[in-house]
């Protein structure tokens, strides 16, 4: 199982980037997907995560800005992320089940 995360980049403050999280080699639904970040210097935290049948969980931190989807393709994630701050700089991963993706960098800075 493979997980292909994309979309990071450079945003000023306020504005909106989108992730995308696609898995290959994994037939079966997978239950579970989200999104994780690691600051420098930090913890890695759930993000956000919304089962198979679609009910999101959010951090506290970015309720009301983020929102989590799954795509029409089979085990494909996305966080549309509004409103950034640059306390929301980080490395972002994507999980499905117990499979962790690579990172994609999202930088917050004017």
């Known amino acids: 199982v493979q997980l292909q995360a994309s979309g990071g980049g450079l945003v000023q403050p306020g504005g909106s980037l989108r992730l995308s999280c696609a898995t290959s080699?994994?037939?079966?639904?997978?239950?579970?997907m989200g999104w994780y970040r690691q600051a420098p210097g930090k913890q890695r935290e759930l993000v956000a995560a919304?089962?198979?049948?679609?009910?999101?969980n959010y951090a506290d931190s970015v309720e009301g800005r983020f929102t989590i989807s799954r795509g029409n393709a089979k085990n494909t994630v996305y966080l549309q992320m509004n409103s950034l701050k640059p306390e929301d700089t980080a490395v972002y991963y994507c999980k499905a089940g117990a499979i962790w993706g690579q990172g994609t960098l999202v930088t917050v800075s004017s």
């Open positions: 080699g994994y037939r079966f639904n997978i239950n579970v």
């Open positions: 919304i089962t198979s049948g679609g009910r999101p």
